[in-house]
Structure formats: C-alpha cells, structure tokens
C-alpha cells in the first residue's frame, strides 16, 4: 500500500512535473511518442493491405506508458513484454527497419521474419521480447530481476502487463517470490480499461495497483496518459527499487484508439467515449500544447513530424524490399543437439 510519504512524493511530482525540464527533453517526448504512433498506423496501413499475417496489436494511445518509463531507465535495465510491443522495441532503440521487416516476415526482421508482430526479442537491446502468452511476460521479467540480483549489476527488470493478465494466477506467483527474495523488478499493469472486449470493472476486483500488499510490494496508480507523471513516478519506483527495497507495482491508467487487435472491432464501447479520450487525453497533444506555451515554434514541431515520416516511410519501403526467409529456415533455431 501506497504510505503517507509516497503519496505526499506523488503530490509533489504532480505539482513540479515540467519544472527543470528542458525544451529538449520535451521535444524528446514528443519526438518518440510520434515515432510509435506514426509507426503504428503504418503497420495497421500494411496490415489492411495483406503485408502483416497472424495477429497485431496496436499501442496506438498508450505511447506515454512506454516513453515515460524509458526515460529514466538505464542502459543496464531489461524489458520484457506483452503481445502489444512494438513500441517498447522502438523505446528501446531497436531499429525501426528490423521492426518492420519482422512485421511483415521478412529474413531482416529481428527474428529473422520467424517471430511476427507478437515475438521479436533483441539481446544487444536489452529486449527480452513480446509474448503471445498472457501474462508470461511477468514470469520471464522476475527471473531477469533475480539475474540482475545474482550479477549485482545495479540493474532492474521492468515487467509489463495488461489489466487482464494482471488476473493470471502466475503473476501472484511471481509477486511472491519478487517480494521474498527482493528481486529488483518493476512490475507495470497497462490498464488500458478493456481486456480483449471486457470492461475492467466487470473482470477484476479492487483496485490492481494493490495487488501486491499481502506480499509486502508498494503500488501506486498513475495517469498513463500523462508523459509527465509518468516518468516521475518510474523515476520514484526505480530508485525505491535500485536502494535494495525490492519490487514496486505501478498501474497505468491509459487508453487504447483502435481494437484489442486488428481483428476487433470495438463495438463494446461507444465512439463518443473515444473521441472524448483522443480530444481531451490524446498524449502527444499534451505535449505539444506544454511546448507551444513554453513559445516553441509549431514549425519545428512540424519538422519533428516531417522526420518521423521519412524514417517511417523508409521502415516500410525496406520491410517490403527485404527477402522473405528461404525454406529451409524453417529447422533453424528450433533444435540445439547437445554433444
């Protein structure tokens, strides 16, 4: 449970969130929001024109989530993630290209055009993949936080879930053991309000953030849709976590545009109710709007866009170029005969 102090810290982060942040770092942020959300209205672009087979699943909305905690990690840090992960690829600074190119099964994707839109992984990243299974994430991310113990490499394993994997019985199993042996894991639930097509409120009980107080874990909920708030409250969770204290919950309260998959429809909710968020939450908007206040030009704002576009445009000019994987890459990395 969240004590007096931190929930005093939250109230002070809230109050100084843009104070001694320079334009640069805000034009960092919207810089990379942009890059996912440009990123992945391409893929949905390739998608609908047959490029991009079996499932796919898009960030578009939640892009602060992601550029928020990266900000404040360091380059020791392992990720691990969902099925929805192509932006945490593009916030670890994994190549774009390579992204795309897995995307649409090409032999210069990161996985060698094996892996698709649900698993891709990069070592050199420190990247430790997009699982299909739900919740399998976390399992993966509490073993790379007791690595991270083992090696006293000051690291942290960043685990992120949704709300719906959040009701996984192996996630509490893993609460168990981070908070027993005081593994540095940070554990994220994107609650971006519906598992596949089910609202939150009908699937889990209280509030998820809480999850972890038999275990002894803190939590805190945060605005997801708030950069901002955010990587303060990343900033505050890695330092509690890096001082030895063991894992900390942090349930992000953000939003997804478009269908639990390309597949989806969404008719489970109204399109007022999306408007509303992309018109009044929208991340990347926010951003913008502190930035013009702080009398930064829209026309180099407009340069950030123009760039972000050619390094998309680029991404799916080479994933279509790229050869797809010969025959016989289908018994490669699937067997490793011991001598």
Not at 58 to 84: F, M, N, P, W
Not at 231 to 258: C, F, K, V, W
Not at 259 to 271: E, N, Q
Request: charged fraction near 25%; charge should be negative.
């Amino acid at each position: 449970m969240v004590s007096a102090k931190e929930t005093s810290s939250k109230e002070e982060r809230n109050e100084n969130s843009t104070t001694n942040l320079s334009i640069d770092k805000l034009k960092k942020f919207y810089h990379d929001m942009l890059l996912i959300r440009r990123f992945e209205e391409k893929a949905a672009q390739l998608y609908g024109m047959g490029l991009i087979g079996g499932f796919c699943h898009l960030y578009i909305g939640q892009e602060a989530v992601v550029t928020g905690i990266t900000s404040v990690q360091k380059h020791q840090d392992t990720v691990v993630t969902t099925y929805r992960d192509h932006a945490h690829m593009l916030a670890c600074d994994m190549d774009p290209k390579g992204i795309m190119a897995e995307l649409t099964g090409r032999i210069d994707g990161y996985s060698r055009g094996k892996g698709g839109s649900m698993h891709m992984f990069s070592l050199e990243k420190n990247f430790f993949g997009g699982h299909g299974i739900v919740g399998a994430g976390t399992s993966i991310g509490t073993g790379l936080g007791f690595a991270h113990k083992y090696k006293n490499d000051d690291g942290v394993a960043i685990a992120y879930m949704g709300d719906g994997a959040s009701n996984q019985g192996q996630v509490a199993e893993c609460y168990n053991m981070a908070a027993l042996w005081d593994l540095p894991v940070l554990f994220v639930i994107e609650n971006n309000k519906y598992g596949m097509g089910t609202d939150v409120s009908r699937s889990s009980a209280g509030q998820l953030y809480r999850r972890g107080e038999g275990y002894g874990i803190p939590g805190e909920q945060v605005d997801g849709m708030d950069v901002l708030a955010v990587r303060d409250a990343a900033q505050q969770a890695l330092n509690y976590i890096r001082s030895g204290n063991g894992p900390y919950i942090l349930e992000m309260m953000t939003y997804r545009y478009r269908g639990h998959s390309m597949s989806d429809p969404a008719k489970y909710r109204t399109k007022e109710e999306v408007s509303s968020m992309k018109d009044e939450r929208d991340p990347i908007i926010n951003v913008k709007s502190i930035l013009l206040e702080m009398d930064v030009e829209e026309n180099d704002l407009k340069e950030i866009d123009k760039e972000i576009k050619s390094i998309i445009k680029e991404s799916a000019t080479f994933a279509q170029e790229s050869p797809e994987p010969p025959l016989e890459d289908l018994w490669t990395d699937v067997l490793v005969e011991s001598k």
